[in-house]
């Protein structure tokens, strides 16, 4: 609860800036400011500083200057470093000399920057439709595949019995993980084996990604004999995430080295000719379609245990026609991948000539002529 005086001291006005004081992060990083114009009561908390322009100073030009601080250097110089925490120090920050211009100048650099940003911001929303809506039509590419619609569009459907799933080819098979694959839960993590001195490094469920894995951060610990032979991963497993994004799966492709994997995560191997990244392309459009988020607890964190994966049904086609599916939506990923990457590279332009836009103007860079 705040007392009268410190609701006056704190509440925000229209025309008030908010400043970020600590944390942070790559949208929002310390020093970082935003410009408060709604008609709503609010005040700052003890993470933000609020920052009244003075007479004389235009409310939409500090918020540019202030945007450009890190660029200037002033932010280096005001940011402190404690406890893996960004903080700034509001006092190193505030007592720089910034160069400021007339009013009238700040108005039109303002009015300038408004125009300017504006239509970099709308290519920037423009270039995130394209690649979400892209990413969309590869998430129905995948329902298409599970469901027949990519390699039996002339086969005769019948009902599969799954609600999430409507009808698949006659000649497509409906049956649980388990009579294809060997399904395992990894080993349990404890300080004996985490602090032994003869450590492997395993897999938990952070460095499972979406037909994936993030290898920079290994964790290590112990294990026997018999567990190693349990544990080892093999080209070819499926890693299947038991919590947290629940069946999040990745196919292992990793030869040469040894890595195991921890109970967050069940290690699913084929069996005869089942495919692998046929299932995990399964384990995708049941998970998009919150599948296991439905099947769980919703009083607790939900969780896929082995028993449940073991039985849980999936298509399956004839082993040629998966191999057939497979591909067909790994050419379709790569195009999204390529897609991505170009629409990344051409986001990351956009910003940086934004701030770089953003940065000239309030410094002095460009001649922005003055209304009379």
């Not at 505030?94 to 009015?111: C, K, L, T, Y």
């Amino acid at each position: 609860m705040l007392t009268s005086a410190e609701l006056m001291k704190h509440r925000l006005q229209p025309g008030d800036l908010v400043l970020e004081k600590s944390g942070g992060g790559e949208q929002q990083p310390v020093g970082a400011s935003v410009l408060f114009d709604l008609d709503v009561q609010a005040v700052a908390t003890n993470f933000a500083a609020r920052v009244r322009p003075a007479t004389g100073v235009d409310p939409r030009f500090l918020t540019y200057l202030l945007a450009s601080t890190y660029h200037l250097g002033i932010n280096q110089r005001a940011i402190k470093q404690t406890t893996g925490l960004q903080n700034l120090d509001a006092d190193a920050f505030f007592n720089e000399m910034w160069a400021v211009p007339s009013h009238g100048e700040q108005r039109a650099i303002a009015d300038f920057l408004d125009r300017e940003t504006a239509r970099i911001d709308a290519l920037i929303a423009k270039k995130r439709v394209l690649l979400r809506l892209a990413e969309e039509r590869f998430e129905r590419a995948v329902f298409d595949g599970i469901q027949g619609g990519v390699s039996s569009t002339h086969a005769e459907v019948q009902p599969s019995g799954l609600d999430w799933l409507g009808d698949i080819p006659v000649h497509w098979g409906l049956p649980p993980v388990g009579a294809y694959y060997d399904v395992v839960l990894g080993k349990m993590l404890n300080p004996a084996a985490s602090s032994a001195e003869d450590r492997s490094p395993y897999l938990r469920n952070t460095n499972v990604k979406w037909d994936g894995f993030d290898l920079s951060d290994l964790g290590e610990m112990h294990f026997e004999a018999a567990e190693r032979q349990k544990y080892e991963l093999r080209v070819g497993d499926l890693l299947v995430c038991e919590g947290g994004d629940v069946g999040r799966a990745g196919v292992w492709s990793f030869g040469g080295r040894k890595v195991f994997f921890q109970k967050a995560i069940h290690r699913v191997r084929p069996r005869d000719n089942a495919n692998p990244r046929f299932l995990m392309y399964c384990l995708r459009a049941a998970a998009k379609r919150n599948v296991f988020v439905v099947e769980g607890n919703q009083a607790t964190i939900v969780h896929l245990t082995a028993e449940k994966l073991r039985v849980h049904r999936f298509p399956y086609p004839p082993p040629t026609e998966q191999a057939e599916i497979v591909h067909l939506l790994d050419k379709h990923k790569d195009r999204l991948e390529t897609l991505r990457q170009k629409l990344n590279r051409q986001l990351d332009l956009l910003r940086e000539h934004r701030q770089a836009l953003v940065t000239a103007a309030v410094t002095g860079q460009i001649d922005i002529p003055v209304a009379a």
